[in-house]
Every structure is written in C-alpha cells, then in structure tokens.
C-alpha cells in the first residue's frame, strides 16, 4: 500500500470512529467493534456488569446522550455533541445552577496541553465532571 492510501485509509478510519462516544462496555464500543472488525478480525467475549474478572469489575453501562455548560448568556460550552470528550466518562446526571467558583472544581483541564481537551473517566465513583481545553477554560 502506498504511504498516500495508507494515509487515506487510516484518516477514513479515524473520521468514523473519532464521533462515537464510547466507554468499556455499551453501544458505542460495539458499534466501533464492528467497524474494526472490517479490517482486523476479533474474537467476542461478553461480561455482563458487575462480573468480576482477576483484580477488577466490569462497571455498569453509561449512556449518555447530551450534555454540556450554558453560560449566563445561553452560550453552549463543553458541549457533548460537539466533543464526545468534554463530558467526563461515566459522569452522574446533573441539571442545577453553579457558581463559577464551584463550576472551576468539576473542570478538567491540562495547562501544559492547551489546546488538548483531555480524556477522563468515574466508573465507579458517583460524581460529574466536565473536560475542557486550558485554552477554553481561561475564556
């Protein structure tokens, strides 16, 4: 393969899985599963929830399908459907009014990363946070 088609197929590749929200178990990890499994031939093990595996516990399916910050002037920000990143994985529903000040708390950020809007995940422990670029967090 040619290092342009090899370009190619791996940047078609990344644009149909890059949009699918997907955590360790759920619809979007299935759906990514089956589009990978074009290419590169997988062998399927099922777990159900809870099912302890050695050390660890496969946690409980996460769906989510909106979520984000509305500014005081009805501005979206860390809005899901524009980045399935800026929602923490496995974050609790919340629908409530915060302060700036406990809005910084539940922002994850990276300063050495500016432009980067990091990936994090709660599987087990109850709570909400959202993730956003520093760049976007000093706006």
């Avoid at 009805?74 to 994985?89: A, E, M, Q």
Wanted: net charge positive.
């Amino acid at each position: 393969m040619s290092k342009k088609k090899f370009i190619k197929f791996y940047s078609d590749l990344y644009d149909k899985l890059f949009p699918i929200n997907r955590s360790i178990i759920g619809d979007g990890y299935l759906k990514s599963l089956k589009i990978l499994n074009h290419f590169y031939k997988f062998n399927f093990i099922k777990f159900q929830s809870g099912t302890k595996i050695f050390d660890w516990k496969v946690p409980k399916e996460w769906v989510i399908k909106d979520g984000y910050i509305l500014t005081p002037k009805n501005k979206k920000i860390c809005d899901f459907k524009k980045n399935n990143l800026h929602i923490t994985s496995y974050s609790k529903k919340i629908d409530k009014t915060v302060s700036f000040r406990e809005l910084i708390k539940v922002l994850n950020f990276k300063k050495e990363l500016p432009n980067a809007v990091p990936y994090n995940t709660s599987y087990y422990k109850k709570s909400f946070s959202f993730n956003i670029s520093y760049n976007q967090k000093k706006n």
